[in-house]
């Protein structure tokens, strides 16, 4: 895991992000009724949830690695990748409630994606208060492990299936058009998908330095 | 706050043009009288302000990590 100490991705993450923040305001987009100028916010709301799901999709591979080896230190990595997707996770929920409340009509409207979304986060906020409840170490890691591979494909099927299955407001979701359709013409493209690299370097970065720190606290501990 | 105004203000025009069957309405003004720059720099100030406090804690890390080794 020696990448995690290069500086050259993280110089990487703050230009890419640096250029989206840049782009996505002075850059021309397509002009639709509702959203106005607000179809903006794709290029910061979305990339809150890739940053979230980068970081988790690490904490899961973790996960399995944790009960196969049984290695601490990759316990510690799941534990700070759930952390910083939490982060992420309601920065995307905020984000999101604010875009609807001046689209939609309201901070929340009960649509599926946002309910859906809700019960998600709880079932993250659950590892935490699972790995909270335990101090035997190896026990903590493990049942919060096997806890944390469940709760992966259940956020996937919450967050990208179950919405597209009914009504929902949601762009892309219950028979909406995705924004597939909006960024045709490329425009918006050459400042999304910059968007999602750089912010999920940047969701990285924060796991890697909270674990940084861990793995410091952990050994001192030991010592 | 501003942007807020500016952005309700436009929404709200946007709604009026679908009535009259034109063009959605997106904001010109802000961005024609310069103004935008300002709005820039603000948000590209606080994020470069992030990104070097998260440099700095990357170093302060690197070197602990340095002291423990040894």
Known sequence: MAIIYKTWWKVLAVVL???????????????KYLLNETIRNLYFHVPMWMAMFSVFTISVIYSLKYLRYGKPEDDLVVVECV?????????????GMLWAKYTWGEYWSGDPKQNSAAIAFLLYCAYLVLRNSMDEEQKRAKVSAIYNIFAFPIMIVLLFVLPRMTDSLHPGNGGNPGFNS???????????YPAFIGWSLIGVWIATLRYRMRIIEYKNESV | MKKLLFLLIGLFCGIGAFARQEAPIMDDTFRSSGKIYVVITIIAIIFIGLAFYLFSMDRRLRKIEKFEKN
């Open chain 1, 17 to 31: 992000v640096l250029y989206t923040l840049i782009a996505g305001i002075l850059m021309p987009v397509p002009a």
């Open chain 1, 83 to 95: 952390n910083t997707g939490m982060m992420f996770y309601v920065l995307g929920l905020l984000t």
């Open chain 1, 182 to 192: 909006y960024d045709l013409d490329k425009r918006m493209r050459f400042v999304l």
